[in-house]
């Protein structure tokens, strides 16, 4: 920005760069050669803007966002855009600015609003991954000539991941941004707008930027945003002032030329940056085996994740000649390397402005590039790059070919041939380029009359995820007599065979075909033929992906049947019913409520108190391991991992990595001074392996290195002899080869189980199986200590067989069930993980009888660990699925079932403890009047009455969730409080702050002890030599324990205060502290909790193992598409009884975060490992190990409308201020969804004759929705009682 000058001065006074350079935050920095292996993210961090966080480093999670602005010259304008600077090569933004999250706002000199609106909505818990999501916002704002529409605004944090928030509030925060509000902090009236100005999007100061009669206006007409905006007070928001600008674009980036570069980095490689395509062509002739780069989006994938190797990398970003983008009389030629925001841009443009019938491809394209990848990596992959890299998963590759696309390549000699997309793919990752050519451009015709061009594409995940299966087709069509008929046609498909794959012979069957239901089922019995996929095809799901290419087709004949409908002799219309199956999804702007109580206690307790940390995570200032600086002389440490599920270690040799650089040492097992043994319970893992390795991933060994890349280089080189061995990789072959972790087997038993089912007390017993995968625990932040390792294995997998017995009117009596744990390679934490399951496992229903038997298997996996929840969801998810079998057999509707079975006050529950103070009926009932269930109900009847393809189902789940630890000592809680004489107070506790608030719920009991402002209260970090022997911050009882034990010490010192207190009044606590310090008075002291009347006895499997349980209930309805399976959450309303919340604000955040990650646990976040279902995965090694494979919730997942209710008046007498325990509670009742889904699948097999009940493992992918969608389409491929694979 800064001021610009028009174009022809600007011609003028260009200068041609001496040296590379780049601007960061306003700040010149000179880039030295040697930096070419280096990433943008390395770079920043190394010179210490840690704000900028490395969450995945493969694109996937957003963390690393910054945004760039450079001079365009084409344009003739600046453009800003985000970019995940994990990706972004350093030499790539040579001559640009970037932009971190530290050159937005800071704490010291004042918060951006964005920064300030974030913080202000509870928009942090970790906060890890909160820069990243700013800076996206921050780059929509500083690019949109206007405010942005709220659509906008979710489209631009596809990228972004949080695991911690559920996004709603983040949603909040940034639409206030939005088109639909532009009173953005101030009032607009207060604003004093001038006559030329508008509320900048960015900074929401008054701003010439939007306005067409501001004076920096270039030749073209084009917009600038240049002017320095008139800084205006925030008072309404904190009584601050930001008096900065925004940083401006660098004056000596407008003024400079571009020179080619070339420059080298470690290990011989060499970066070069020419600017003309003969120079291009050139160099690829002198070094024939370059990498052409544009957007690094697949060769840095490459190079850091696949380890290939590449010695020269050629960045085209500036060749002219390959980023043209013509709309010319028949078509549109596109540039290789124009971006794909570019051309989404430019296709969005056209479509407004061509004849409608000339740009079927375009909007196909449109949205099929909605759905690729998020904004950041769009904003810098390239077309080019997408097309030659050959994925047989592009999303464009198959588009390209059915809209007859037409590649122009240039050769060395500058001589140009054309081809057509059809036959440019010849084989995996292989296409129609010699040595001496590259890709030009790609020529896009438009379509005509009667021709149509649509896209298909189903993914694990709707944003940002690589298609299981896509799609681009076409038919041309031509009105002979009173038919249409097919005058040329093309289907192509990608993920079905190792390329992207034209169906020829369908296209061969349909051409001089009439188009009616005779040409839809010849097609698609042709098209069965054309597609073959293998039993043990590479991505498994065959069955689905089959399925996918015949319900895709069937899609584009009813697509284009509507679209001809009316226009002209069309025989056969379409019924609505099946118009449902063309519907394309559409979210509308996020609907959210938060309905709660205020009950303050003294001056804090009870308020919505934003989270402590939140300023200073919105400001990137927070610092977490990873930004730690190294100390001088550090070193670095990589681990030594097993490539062997199961084998015996022959022999280990390291004298590779002793001979590899930067080498510094290397342990193994025999190094290990005094016990090699360790284990968070039982001790029976080793540190390192020594005789048998028992997992794929296990700890061999750790090479210590000068840096993390030469320590994981000399890792690699460490040599590893194995004898393989027998591995045990499924609970099933655990089961039936015995093998158990030792004494890890456990009974609970009430009434008689066996006389029950003998009686004739029950009317039906049924018995069945719920298999439920295990989930990934993915926090962002990666697992750092001041040595950085990297790990897996965050799961709980579980397998369980039921028998039940219940009576006509689905009252049960009796249930028996048998609970089988993965524990993996070590018992770790799974034997408290099966208790809890096992406690859980009848959710709040009574039954007379009760048999629990749980286990934990040993297998050869890594070992797993728990989850949100310890094991509970998973004990009542098998009693949820129980009640819905029961429903299905009594022709009953579940919810029905469940409140015949509900326990009440005094219920005495399988473990022995009595039900106190239950609230349970009365949460129930005032959530099925909230959201009017029985009225959903009949409107979800109707809508699947009219809707063949699409179905709706509605769910409400209960939920009771004990509090405390099962194992009694851990229920102790210590803590430090000091008074100081400056009247503040500091805090120290046993408990961590993982961004769930517990230290700023502490820190209001605290300020509520003293009758003192939270702003006088510090919490010091968590540190055992101030607070001893703590206990895991775990359980969902840290806020109870550690407030109780702050509290003990604050009323200890408040009675030492009280003989002063009681003398006079003081005019602050500040005074009453001094006074008591003169009179020598101890300020400081020690508090303590434990957890009273709570302790179980596993011998006779009785006792009360919990201080108190916490109740809730959700509803939530979705909509499935039963020929993909795609899914949608339209509502979900979650009712919670917290008691007197401590913090309402961050009590919602945990109830919406747990439920997001909930919904991931059954509906999206699937392991696959290496294991008999997954014969195409190495043995005992997981393929869903990233962003990129594995799936957790994005801000397009979250419910449409989402609602979150507090119980009001139920103070609860077992904690802190009649406060109730929050974090894992809410994780159960997003089952809620699953439930949903598994109603409108109901819905959809009924249509198909199928009532009987069928079983649907957690998480319910697309694959497990559209397999149990039983029609015509599944029928060549699978029988009704077909089960997708999961590895439990
Ligand atoms: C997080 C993430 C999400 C993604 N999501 C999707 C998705 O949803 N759908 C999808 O289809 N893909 C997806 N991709 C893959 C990737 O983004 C695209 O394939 C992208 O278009 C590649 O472009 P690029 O400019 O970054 O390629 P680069 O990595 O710069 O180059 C890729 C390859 O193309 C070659 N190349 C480039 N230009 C030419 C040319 N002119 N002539 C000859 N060879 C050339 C290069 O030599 C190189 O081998 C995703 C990738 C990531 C990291
Ligand atoms: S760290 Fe860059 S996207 Fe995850
Ligand atoms: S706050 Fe988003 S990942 Fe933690």
Redesign the pocket.
């Known amino acids: 920005m800064g001021s610009l000058k028009n174009e022809k001065e600007m011609e003028e006074t260009v200068e041609e760069s001496k040296e590379a350079i780049l601007y960061v935050n306003g700040v010149r920095k000179v880039l030295p050669d040697g930096l070419a292996h280096l990433t943008l993210l390395e770079y920043l961090r190394g010179v210490g803007l840690t704000g900028t966080k490395l969450g995945c480093g ?3 999670c957003g963390a690393c966002t910054v945004m760039i602005s450079h001079y365009d010259r084409k344009l003739r304008k600046c453009v800003h855009y985000a970019v ?1 600077a994990c ?1 972004a090569p350093l030499y790539s933004v040579e001559g640009m600015h970037v932009i971190t999250v530290e050159g937005v706002g800071n704490h010291k000199r004042g918060l951006h609003p964005i920064q300030e609106s974030l913080a202000r909505s509870h928009g942090s818990q970790c906060g890890f991954c909160t820069p990243g999501f700013i800076m996206s916002l921050y780059a929509l704002l500083r690019s949109s000539q206007t405010p942005p529409t709220e659509e906008q605004i979710e489209e631009s944090l596809a ?1 972004n991941l949080c695991r911690c928030t559920g996004y709603r509030p983040i949603v909040d925060a940034f639409r206030v941004f939005a088109k639909t509000s532009d009173v953005l902090y101030a009032d607009i009236s207060s604003l004093s707008l001038q006559e030329d100005e508008f509320v900048c999007p960015s900074t929401g100061k008054p701003c010439s930027c939007g306005s067409k009669t501001v004076n920096d206006i270039d030749t073209n007409g084009q917009i600038i945003c240049s002017a320095s905006y008139k800084p205006i007070s925030y008072s309404e928001i904190d009584g601050s002032t930001y008096t900065d600008k925004e940083l401006i674009f660098p004056p000596e980036l407008l003024l400079r030329k571009l020179t080619p570069l070339n420059l080298s980095g470690l290990g011989g490689l060499k970066w070069h940056r020419p600017l003309t395509v003969k120079h291009v062509l050139e160099l690829k002739e002198k070094y024939p085996n ?13 190079m850091r994740l696949k380890k290939m190797q590449y010695k020269v990398l ?1 960045s ?1 970003s500036h060749v002219p000649e ?1 980023n043209m983008l013509n709309v010319k009389e028949d078509g549109i030629e596109i540039g ?2 124009v ?2 925001t570019e051309l989404l841009n430019l296709f969005r443009e056209v479509v407004t402005q061509r004849p409608a019938h000339e740009t079927s491809a375009c909007k196909a394209f449109i949205e099929q590039l909605k ?4 904004t950041q ?2 904003n ?10 050959a ?1 047989p ?5 198959p588009l390209w070919m059915a809209a007859r696309a037409k590649f122009q ?1 240039i050769n060395f000699s500058g001589n140009i041939r054309t081809t057509l997309a059809e036959n440019f793919f010849l084989d995996y990752r292989k ?1 129609d ?1 010699v040595a001496d ?4 451009s790609i020529f896009l015709p438009w379509t005509r009359p009667f021709e149509y061009v649509k896209e298909f ?1 189903q ?1 694990h995940r709707r944003d ?4 299981i299966v ?1 799609a681009g087709m076409r038919v041309c069509l031509e009105e002979i007599g009173e038919e249409w008929v097919v005058s040329d046609a093309s289907v192509a498909y ?1 993920g079905v065979a190792p390329r992207s794959l034209g169906a020829i012979k369908t296209k061969e069957f349909l051409i001089g075909k009439k188009w009616n239901q005779h040409v839809l089922q010849g097609a698609l019995n042709v098209l069965r033929a054309d597609i073959e996929l293998k039993e043990d095809a590479p991505g498994g799901m065959v069955e689905f992906r089959k399925s996918l290419t015949l319900s895709f087709f069937f899609k584009f004949f009813l697509w284009v049947s509507h679209q001809i409908e009316g226009k002209k002799s069309i025989k056969e219309s379409l019924s609505s019913s099946h118009l449902s199956a063309i519907k394309s999804f559409h979210r509308p702007p996020l609907v959210a409520s938060q309905d709660y109580d205020i009950k303050k206690h003294g001056t804090s307790v009870g308020l919505p108190e934003v989270h402590l940390s939140s300023k200073l995570q919105v400001t990137g200032e927070a610092e977490y391991t990873d930004d730690t600086a190294m100390p001088p002389n550090g070193l670095h440490a990589a681990l030594v991992l097993s490539k062997k599920p199961h084998a015996r270690i022959l022999s280990i040799d390291d004298s590779g990595a002793k001979s590899s650089p930067g080498f510094a040492g290397s342990f193994f097992a025999k190094d290990v001074p005094g016990s090699n043994k360790i284990g968070p319970v039982v001790l029976d893992e080793e540190l390192f392996a020594s005789e048998f390795v028992t997992c794929v991933g296990q700890v061999i060994g750790v090479v210590v290195a000068d840096t993390h890349e030469n320590a994981k280089l000399g890792a690699a080189k460490v040599h590893v002899e194995y004898e393989e061995l027998p591995a045990i990789l499924s609970i099933e072959d655990a089961v039936s080869a015995k093998s158990f972790h030792p004494n890890s087997q456990k009974i609970l038993r009430k009434g008689d189980v066996e006389l029950c089912f003998q009686s004739d007390q029950c009317d039906m017993i049924i018995e069945g199986k719920v298999q439920v995968g295990g989930q990934e625990h993915f926090y962002l932040e990666p697992q750092s200590s001041l040595v950085w390792t990297m790990d897996g294995g965050n799961e709980v997998h579980m397998i369980s067989s039921t028998q039940v017995g219940f009576t006509d009117e689905g009252k049960v009596l009796a249930l028996d069930l048998q609970i089988y744990n993965n524990g993996g390679n070590s018992l770790d934490l799974s034997l408290a993980v099966v208790e809890r399951a096992m406690f859980h496992s009848d959710n709040v229903y009574e039954i007379p009888h009760v048999r629990i038997f749980g286990s934990v298997c040993f297998t050869n996996f890594p070992s797993n660990t728990a989850f949100r929840g310890f094991g509970g969801p998973q004990g009542m998810l098998i009693a949820e699925n129980w009640i819905q079998r029961i429903a299905l057999e009594l022709k009953k509707s579940p919810e029905e079932i469940r409140e015949i079975n509900f326990q009440g006050e005094g219920s005495i529950l399988h473990y022995g403890q009595r039900l106190e103070y239950c609230t349970l009926a009365q949460m129930w009932n005032e959530l099925k009047s909230a959201c009017d269930f029985l009225k959903v109900r009949e409107e979800v009847n109707e809508f699947n009455l009219h809707n063949q393809w699409k179905k709706r189902g509605v769910a409400m789940i209960p939920t009771k969730f004990g509090i405390s630890f099962t194992t009694k000592f851990m229920n102790q809680a210590g803590a430090l409080v000091n008074v100081y004489t400056d009247g503040t107070v500091l805090v120290t506790h046993g408990g961590v702050e993982m961004g769930q608030g517990l230290h700023t719920k502490v820190a209001q009991v605290a300020a509520s002890a003293f009758n003192i402002s939270l702003s006088s209260v510090f919490i010091s970090e968590t540190s055992t030599d101030k607070v001893p022997n703590a206990s895991p911050t775990a359980a969902s009882a840290s806020s109870d324990m550690y407030a109780a034990a702050v509290l003990d010490a604050c009323k200890q010192i408040k009675a030492r205060m009280e003989p002063i207190a009681s003398q006079r009044n003081f005019s602050s606590f500040a005074e009453l502290a001094t006074a008591c310090y003169l009179e020598r008075i101890d300020l400081s002291a020690h508090g303590f909790y434990i957890t009273p009347d709570i302790g179980f006895d596993w011998s006779i499997g009785k006792g009360k193992p919990f201080n108190y349980f916490t109740y809730g209930a959700a509803f939530a309805e979705v909509e499935i598409d039963t020929l993909t399976g795609d899914f949608h959450t339209r509502t979900a309303n979650i009712f919670m009884d917290l008691g007197y919340s401590l913090n309402p604000a961050i009590d919602v955040g945990q109830v919406e975060g747990a439920f997001i990650q909930g919904l991931g646990w059954v509906a999206l976040e699937e392991l696959k490992w290496g294991d008999a279902a997954h014969k195409w995965i190495r043995p005992g090694c997981l393929y869903t190990c990233g ?2 494979s594995y799936k957790i919730p994005s801000l397009n997942d979250i419910p449409f409308k989402f609602s979150v209710s507090l119980l009001k008046g139920h103070p609860n007498v077992k904690a802190i201020h009649s406060s109730k325990a929050v974090g894992e509670p809410p994780f159960f009742l997003a089952s809620a969804v699953l439930f949903a889904i598994k109603d409108a699948i109901i819905a959809a097999r009924a249509e198909t004759g199928h009532t009987e009940w069928f079983p649907l493992d957690n998480p319910a992918t697309p694959e497990r929705i559209r397999m149990a969608c039983l029609d015509e389409f599944t029928a060549p491929f699978i029988s009704s009682d077909f089960h997708p694979k999961l590895s439990v």
Request: glycine share 16%; net charge negative; with cysteine.
């Open positions: 493969e694109g996937g995940n990706l990228g370059a990498k052409l780069l544009i957007g690094n989006t697949e060769v840095g994938i490459e050629i085209v390959l290789a390397a971006r794909l759905w690729f990848a998020g990596i769009k810098v992959a390239s077309v080019g790059g997408n097309v030659c890299t994925s998963i592009s999303d464009l590759n390549i296409v380029l050519e590259i890709l030009l594409k993914a940002d995820d690589i298609a896509n990608g962003p990129g």
